[in-house]
């Protein structure tokens, strides 16, 4: 089994939770021609009433612009990547015990499987972390 890894360049900002909030800050995007890969949201419950955007990639200056415009910054932590490959049963437990036995704590993971094959984002605190799980996750990819 194989996997293509990616590092994933997130941007982040404060969104207000109402419906239409996170729609309000994706149509400028959506304008900018960004073609998203990853969005994600979730509550502040340190702050009731709003929440957190986040999205990938954006790879134009219009892009960035229009992100920008409406409160979004790049995030550099936590350190996130991107993998796709092959799914097969088990490999979500794999994959967190290979990291566990290296000593690595994931800040966050999605994986996602659609007709045999499998999307994931894995969150880390450190570029260390990071690069230590990309390391396990070519191992893994040739010896699965």
């Excluded at 109402?18 to 502040?44: C, D, H, I, Y």
Aim: charged share 20%; glycine share 10%.
């Amino acid at each position: 089994m194989r996997f293509r890894l990616d590092r994933v360049h997130v941007w982040a900002g404060e969104v207000e939770d109402r419906a239409g909030g996170v729609a309000s800050k994706l149509s400028v995007l959506a304008e900018a021609g960004a073609n998203l890969a990853f969005v994600f949201t979730q509550r502040r419950p340190d702050k009731p009433g709003f929440g957190v955007l986040y999205v990938a990639p954006l790879t134009t200056s219009d892009q960035i612009k229009a992100a920008k415009s409406v409160g979004l910054h790049e995030v550099h932590e936590p350190i996130v990547i991107r993998v796709e490959g092959d799914n097969e049963a088990g490999l979500a437990h794999q994959l967190t015990r290979a990291w566990a036995k290296a000593g690595i704590s994931f800040h966050e993971l999605t994986m996602v499987v659609m007709n045999g094959k499998f999307v994931g984002y894995a969150a880390f605190d450190t570029v260390t972390d990071s690069n230590k799980a990309a390391e396990i996750l070519a191992d893994l990819g040739t010896h699965v």
